[in-house]
Nanobody, 113 residues
Framework: QVQLVESGGGLVQPGGSLRLSCAAS????????VDWFRQAPGKQRDLVAQ???????NYGDSAKGRFTISRDNAKNTVYLQMNDLKPEDTAVYYC???????WGQGTQVTVYS
């Protein structure tokens, strides 16, 4: 059984940082591409960042220069380091194994001033 468990969300002021984690069981992240998406209330789910099995990273426009995706193969965990957070980053963040139907339950990030 595949499980993706996100953690690390919370409340932060503008300019602050958070690191999200996505821990997997039942599937290996080192041979799969993994994405972070986010969804704000009333909006569609948007791609934030992605890391391929070889480690290649890509970012959505909103994340470029502020967010970093990384992977720890030993822990089978993907991270999203988010710096210089803005109110518009407020959303539920989900991890997803690309080309699969596997999603985590999401973790809420709220940036408030």
């Amino acid at each position: 059984q595949v499980q993706l468990v996100e953690s690390g969300g919370g409340l932060v002021q503008p300019g602050g940082s958070l690191r999200l984690s996505c821990a997997a069981s039942g599937i290996r992240f080192d041979i799969n591409a993994v994405d972070w998406f986010r969804q704000a209330p009333g909006k569609q789910r948007d791609l934030v960042a992605q890391i391929s099995s070889s480690g290649t990273q890509n970012y959505g426009d909103s994340a470029k220069g502020r967010f970093t995706i990384s992977r720890d193969n030993a822990k089978n965990t993907v991270y999203l380091q988010m710096n210089d957070l803005k109110p518009e980053d407020t959303a539920v963040y989900y991890c997803h194994v690309r080309y699969s139907g596997y999603w985590g339950q999401g973790t809420q990030v709220t940036v408030y001033s």
